[in-house]
């Protein structure tokens, strides 16, 4: 699925460094969001954005700090993160913010934190 | 709790072969049932879908899932697997109950033995 790209793949950071993710979608979608996808444990939403506005933040640990400047492009800020944080995170959207769009998923970043 | 079950973290299938995944759900509300694949180094695609009606339901790649009200099972088919199905799939569920947010299952590993 090329309609939602994530770049970079792989991310290595130690824990006092900052680095951001970006995702962009190339299907003129709505809504976009961030997943973690951690080992053995089932996807969590971290964030949704609707039309650039955020509409749903579960509970993330503020190290995490998301930014959507239109509808086509999505960030996530990272900074002091912790070991634990090492997971793939995953960037998806959807045409609207509805239970019954499908939503369509990038490749994710790999991130590992030292 | 509400939650998503995936049974099984691994399965392995011969070529050829029948393929049955299974998922149970908990919520008191008939949910809005999904599943999707991940293929290595890949997103998730969705698979299928089922909402109301026929409870049996056809998806891509010759996949098909049967809803079962009785007894909370939304279990994923395919009558002859190929090598090219060795992947992960995860069963997702929609509630209202759950703020209409998807909610994944653990996943199940599929290995196909040539």
């Known amino acids: 699925e090329t309609g939602v790209t994530q770049t970079p793949r792989h991310l290595v950071m130690g824990m006092t460094n900052k680095k951001s993710l970006k995702c962009e979608q190339h299907?003129?979608?709505?809504?976009m969001y961030w997943y973690k996808q951690s080992a053995k444990k089932p996807l969590e939403l971290m964030f949704v954005?609707?039309?650039?506005?955020?509409?749903e933040n579960n509970s993330v640990p503020s190290r995490f700090s998301p930014e959507c400047p239109n509808s086509s492009h999505l960030f996530l800020h990272l900074h002091t993160l912790q070991p634990e944080d090492s997971a793939l995170y995953l960037c998806?959207?959807?045409?609207?913010?509805?239970?019954?769009?499908?939503?369509?998923f990038g490749p994710g970043t790999r991130l590992t934190v030292l | 709790a509400q939650s998503v079950t995936q049974p099984d973290i691994h399965i392995t299938v011969s070529e050829g072969a029948s393929l049955e995944l299974r998922c149970n759900y908990s919520?008191?509300?008939?949910?809005?049932l999904f599943w999707y694949v991940q293929s290595p180094g890949q997103g998730l695609q969705l698979l299928l879908k089922?909402?109301?009606?026929?409870?049996l339901v056809q998806g891509i790649k010759g996949f098909e899932a049967e809803f079962k009200r009785s007894q909370s099972s939304f279990n994923l088919r395919k009558p002859s697997v190929h090598w090219s199905d060795a992947a992960e799939y995860f069963c997702?569920?929609?509630?209202?109950?759950?703020?209409?947010?998807?909610?994944f299952g653990a996943g199940t590993i599929l290995r196909v033995k040539s």
């Open positions: 998806a959207s959807s045409q609207e913010l509805r239970f019954t769009d499908t939503q369509y």
């Open positions: 299907l003129g979608h709505n809504a």
């Open positions: 954005y609707n039309f650039k506005e955020q509409t």
């Open positions: 919520y008191g509300a008939t949910p809005y």
């Open positions: 089922y909402f109301s009606g026929d409870t």
């Open positions: 997702a569920v929609v509630s209202m109950e759950y703020g209409n947010k998807l909610v």
